[in-house]
């Protein structure tokens, strides 16, 4: 073969669907038993469950490149959020896509007015100009930016904590604000969507016509003259080239050098009812302090994820609690009860999941010091979320220009990240 891919996440797959694409014999090495990496799903019982929640921006350039949109047979998330206040909610969201949220854009107590002229210009300011420009220039955090432009604590609080912080998985509004504007061009310039199946869908079409290998964890690298043997858990194969695009720790071992820039965790709980306590739609914000971030009843949404009768609620809990299972259960229905009163007991735990490491935190001026392609192994590419933005698109990036170096595709190495 010409290339060994170690990693079936979504940077490898790219790498390999590029690769294969340009004519050259590739094989991608996955230790787990599924691919996709962090963009995968599970059945329990019934139920699809996919890793965390996740979302597909489909304004991402990246996705729009390389992802068959219409035969993922996706469906819309409302971009729009229900704050939840107690037992009532008030609706903010892109007024042109979700009309429902106009009333409470108009009237909501979340809302000053100078917050409501702020949002204009914001968003007309973000979508002034190409998106991968917003990533460039001077850079503090999503919070100084916010409080600089004049919104006031409470939208902060109320909104844009809770709302950025399910996408960075940080609530403090301490990300890169030129990422926050990235994301904030990504939400308004097409739509969120889901698999109806399950994100797995994703990598599964990323995947297709790709010869991936499944259970095989590469343990170490040994380049030579010739090319690179890559010694895994199946035995001992030999490629000219190599891409490593497994996540940041996996590649500091195998590469024997520093690559990661430390760890954001998020946990999730999952639950099913028999009867929904709630026809809302919407993510569902909790702008008080606590355990939940943000929440979904998923199946109203995509009938699919649940069986007949059956509604599907994903919880957000940001970071890695220092609960055990049973008692994060506890806390958390705790809250919901605030929502939903004694409907809560109806509500039957499907799972609790940890993401130990579910991205990288991205501080103002994160990506000046991020590892690039290059590493110090002849022979040996770095590719993976880590080289670029931690999301979908920095993933997909970074696989498109580790498989442009292999192929000496200047016009793909030299675009612009987030471009
Ligand atoms: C809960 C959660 C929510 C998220 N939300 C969003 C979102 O809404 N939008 C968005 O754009 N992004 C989101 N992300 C981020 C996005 O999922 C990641 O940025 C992206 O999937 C990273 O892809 P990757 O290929 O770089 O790495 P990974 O997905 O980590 O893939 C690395 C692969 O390498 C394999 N591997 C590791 N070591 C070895 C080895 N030694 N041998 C062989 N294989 C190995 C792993 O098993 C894995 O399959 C979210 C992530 C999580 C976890």
């Given amino acids: 073969m010409d290339v060994i891919v170690i990693g079936a996440g979504l940077a490898g797959l790219t790498a390999a669907r590029v690769l294969r694409q340009a004519g050259k014999r590739v094989r991608v090495l996955e230790a787990a038993e599924q691919v996709g990496g962090r963009v995968r799903s599970r059945e329990v019982g019934g139920f699809t469950l996919d890793a965390g929640y996740q979302v597909l921006f489909e304004a991402y350039p990246a996705v729009k490149r390389q992802l068959d949109l219409a035969a ?7 971009p729009s ?8 909610s008030e609706l903010l969201g892109d007024p042109r896509r979700d009309p429902g ?4 854009l108009l009237s909501a107590g979340s809302l000053t007015l100078k917050d409501r002229l702020m949002f204009a210009r914001l968003v007309a300011s973000v979508a002034a100009v190409p998106p991968h420009t917003l990533l460039t220039g001077p850079d503090e955090p999503t919070r100084v930016f916010l409080k600089r432009l004049g919104f006031s604590d409470l939208i902060l609080e109320r909104f844009f904590a809770p709302f950025f912080g399910g996408i960075f998985l940080k609530r403090d509004l301490s ?3 030129r990422l926050f504007r990235y994301y904030l061009r990504m939400l308004l310039s097409g739509p969120i969507s889901l698999p109806r199946r399950g994100v797995s869908a994703i990598s599964e079409q990323l995947a297709a016509g790709s010869d991936v290998t499944l259970n095989a964890r590469v343990l170490k690298l040994s380049p030579h ?4 043997s890559v010694i895994t858990s199946l035995g001992e194969l030999e490629a000219p080239q190599v891409i490593v695009a497994t996540d940041p720790a996996s590649a500091g071992q195998l590469l024997g050098e520093e690559i990661g820039r430390g ?10 009812s028999s009867s929904a306590l709630d026809a809302e739609y919407r993510l569902m ?9 943000n929440a979904q009843w998923l199946s109203h949404l995509l009938s699919e994820r649940a069986p007949a009768g059956q509604a599907l609620l994903t919880v957000t809990v940001l970071g890695d609690p220092d609960l055990t299972d049973t008692e994060l259960d506890t806390a958390v229905r705790a809250e919901l009860n605030v929502w939903y009163g004694a409907g809560v007991e109806q509500l039957n735990t499907l799972a609790v999941e940890r993401i130990l490491y579910a991205q990288y935190p991205q501080p103002p001026d994160y990506a000046a010091s991020l590892p690039g392609h290059a590493t110090h192994l002849p022979g040996v590419l770095l590719a ?6 931690s999301g979908i698109q920095g993933a997909m990036e970074s696989g498109e220009k580790a498989a442009a170096i292999v192929l000496g595709d200047l016009a793909v190495m030299s675009r612009a990240r987030g471009a």
């Fill in 81 to 88: 959020a229900a704050i939840r206040l107690g037992e009532r």
């Fill in 384 to 389: 993976g979320e880590i080289t670029s933005m």
């Fill in 72 to 78: 993922l047979d996706l469906v819309s998330i409302p």
């Fill in 263 to 272: 760890k954001v965790s998020s946990t999730y709980l999952y639950y099913s």
């Fill in 285 to 293: 914000l909790n702008p008080r302090e606590g355990l939940i971030n």
């Fill in 225 to 228: 003259g010739r090319g690179v």
């Fill in 101 to 104: 949220v106009i009333p409470g």
């Fill in 175 to 177: 990300t890169s604000a």
